[in-house]
């Protein structure tokens, strides 16, 4: 069967479902995926105050941009002894993040043609 994984972030009490960008939920299948879960997290973690060429350019504006820029985030699997990947405390902003995604066209074709999209 396998361990199944979240993106958690400690600070802010939310967290990122694999599923709902189209990836599975074991380590390997969406940390080696192109536009899932994984870019959803780096536009969550990106600090910077302006943009530039090659950026995601869906505006400084996104309230959910850089959000989790300096937090203390990790992937938990639900063998993990803390009990994390069950903690109903935190907030699931996988839907949101999936939808600010979407801004970019190519993302948004992936994210919609993938398998596991909307089975979160």
């Avoid at 479902?17 to 959803?40: W, Y």
């Amino acid at each position: 069967m396998g361990q199944y994984f979240q993106i958690i972030n400690l600070d802010k009490k939310e967290k990122l479902h694999p599923h709902a960008f189209g990836d599975g939920l074991k380590l390997m299948e969406f940390a080696t995926s192109g536009n899932g879960v994984m870019t959803g997290l780096a536009l969550l973690l990106r600090q910077s105050s302006q943009s530039g060429g090659g950026d995601f350019n869906v505006g400084l504006s996104n309230a959910l941009l850089g959000s989790w820029a300096g937090d203390r985030v990790s992937i938990v699997g639900d063998y993990d002894d803390s009990e994390l990947y069950f903690d109903g405390e935190y907030k699931d902003i996988s839907k949101e993040v999936v939808k600010m995604c979407k801004l970019d066209p190519y993302v948004k074709e992936t994210i919609e043609n993938s398998f596991y999209a909307g089975t979160s």
